[in-house]
């Protein structure tokens, strides 16, 4: 069965200390996976994307994901979180050629100053 | 990217009755999509709006209840039937164009039924 799970529900950092979030998939062949991003008043926003290729795939605001298909896993980091950043994180497999998209549960990031 | 809007934004709505959402894109996309996130929960996907056919549900989720249209290759609407507290949620559509592989969403519509 497909399926995406993000261990961590709630995450609180610091302003400026690192971020790894976890994802990790379930899915029979090589997986589409993205990050997005769903903060109040604007709506998900595509992060990144990985399909193929380098496994370490750059996205915007400053974020990087790795895909490792060992570990089925596919983990979103960040060097230097900023209080903008509080949001909701979700990690989403795309099904084949369906284009149909399966959302992890998500990660709730809390920043403290 | 598309750029995507809903309406209404958010509405409150008492039960037995129905509301029908409008998504409109600005530009001519391939696949639109309707998905629902209850409250504190991910999201969902309801159905594929297919133009000039009927939609393909998924899973759990019924032509009945939740009608589907899409006239052209700009707008749908979805309509959520005979509504009940349970179908409170933000309902979302998104979009994606052919060889994009991306999707983009709207800003949903935040439904709360009494």
């Known amino acids: 069965a497909q399926s995406v799970t993000q261990p961590d529900i709630h995450i609180t950092v610091s302003e400026g200390a690192s971020l790894e979030l976890r994802c990790n998939y379930s899915y029979g062949a090589t997986p589409y996976l993205f990050w997005y991003v769903q903060s109040p008043g604007q709506g998900l926003q595509l992060l990144l994307k990985y399909f193929s290729g380098d496994t370490l795939v750059q996205g915007i605001k400053g974020f990087e994901a790795e895909f490792k298909r060992s570990q089925s896993s596919f983990n979103l980091r960040k060097p230097s979180v900023h209080w903008s950043d509080a949001a909701e994180y979700f990690c989403v497999l795309r099904s084949g050629g369906y284009n149909k998209l399966i959302f992890g549960a998500g990660t709730r990031l809390a920043v403290h100053p | 990217s598309a750029v995507i809007s809903q309406k209404p934004s958010r509405d409150i709505c008492q039960r037995g009755t129905s509301l029908t959402i409008q998504c409109q894109v600005d530009?001519?996309?391939?696949?639109m999509f309707w998905y629902r996130q209850q409250p504190g929960q991910s999201l969902t996907l309801i159905a594929t709006?297919?133009?000039?056919?009927?939609?393909?549900?998924e899973s759990g989720f019924v032509i009945d209840k939740f009608p589907i249209s899409r006239p052209n290759l700009t707008f749908s609407t979805l309509t959520v039937s005979n509504m009940s507290p349970e179908d409170s949620s933000i309902y979302l559509c998104?979009?994606?164009?052919?060889?994009?592989?991306?999707?983009?969403f709207g800003p949903g519509t935040r439904l709360t039924v009494t």
């Open positions: 709006a297919n133009q000039g056919s009927e939609a393909t549900y």
């Open positions: 530009s001519q996309v391939t696949m």
């Open positions: 998104s979009v994606e164009s052919r060889g994009s592989d991306e999707q983009y």
